[in-house]
């Protein structure tokens, strides 16, 4: 399994936790000045959740709340039983 579906099922499984529907979640690239991907956003209704490739850390924040939750991304796989 490649680290970007890991990703977006880790995504998708906590905003179904969290009360959200996954499936509509929009995602796009967050770019630097040089053009190179440093983020992946993901956005519902309710929730972003943003992926910091660099960090290795998924950071998941209510629009109109004050609702945050961090998931490391190494942790996860860990806990999963997936080497990392």
Same mark, same amino acid.
Request: proline content about 4%; glycine content about 8%.
């Given at each position: 399994?490649?680290?970007?579906?890991?990703?977006?099922s880790v995504?998708?499984?906590?905003l179904?936790?969290?009360?959200? +529907?996954?499936?509509?979640?929009?995602q796009?690239?967050?770019?630097?000045?040089?053009?190179?991907t440093?983020?992946?956003e993901f956005?519902t209704p309710r929730f972003?959740? +943003?992926?910091?490739?660099?960090?290795g +850390?998924?950071?998941?924040q209510? /629009? /109109?709340g004050p609702r945050?939750?961090? +998931?490391?991304?190494e942790?996860?796989?860990?806990?999963?039983?997936?080497?990392?």
């Amino acid at each position: 399994m490649s680290i970007e579906l890991f990703v977006d099922s880790v995504v998708r499984e906590t905003l179904a936790r969290l009360g959200d +529907v996954p499936e509509t979640a929009k995602q796009r690239a967050i770019s630097n000045s040089t053009g190179r991907t440093v983020a992946i956003e993901f956005e519902t209704p309710r929730f972003r959740a +943003v992926w910091l490739k660099a960090r290795g +850390v998924i950071v998941f924040q209510e /629009k /109109k709340g004050p609702r945050m939750r961090i +998931v490391g991304i190494e942790e996860t796989m860990r806990a999963r039983g997936i080497a990392a």
